[in-house]
């Protein structure tokens, strides 16, 4: 059974940046990937960007360019640096694991705000 932990969020300035750690415990096998997903008041789960355990990555369109996920070294932490933060990008950031397409487990979630 793996725990997943994030951390990072708070509120930004449009404009500004903030930067999302996710801890996994536990028994974490590859291949896997690992994601980072939101949900804005009123609206559904979106996919923000994933990597998965070869580096490959994917990011949602309109984070592209603002946004990077990276993997620490040894693998069980995955980052989300957000920079040029919108007021759009307000929401709960959580952090997923799955492999082979399924969830692994999930994050409680950490709140972004962006508001001047």
């Known amino acids: 059974q793996v725990q997943l932990v994030e951390s990072g969020g708070g509120l930004a300035q449009p404009g500004g940046s903030l930067r999302l750690s996710c801890v996994v415990s536990g028994s974490i096998f590859s291949p896997n990937d690992m994601g980072w997903y939101r949900q804005a008041p009123g609206k559904e789960r979106e996919l923000v960007a994933v990597i998965n355990s070869g580096g490959s990555i994917k990011y949602v369109d309109s984070v592209k360019g603002r946004f990077a996920i990276s993997r620490g070294s040894a693998q069980n932490t995955v980052y989300l640096q957000m920079n040029s933060l919108k007021p759009e990008d307000t929401a709960v950031y959580y952090c997923?694991?799955?492999?082979?397409?399924?969830?692994?487990?999930w994050g409680k979630g950490t709140l972004v705000t962006v508001s001047s």
């Open positions: 997923n694991l799955k492999r082979f397409g399924t969830s692994i487990g």
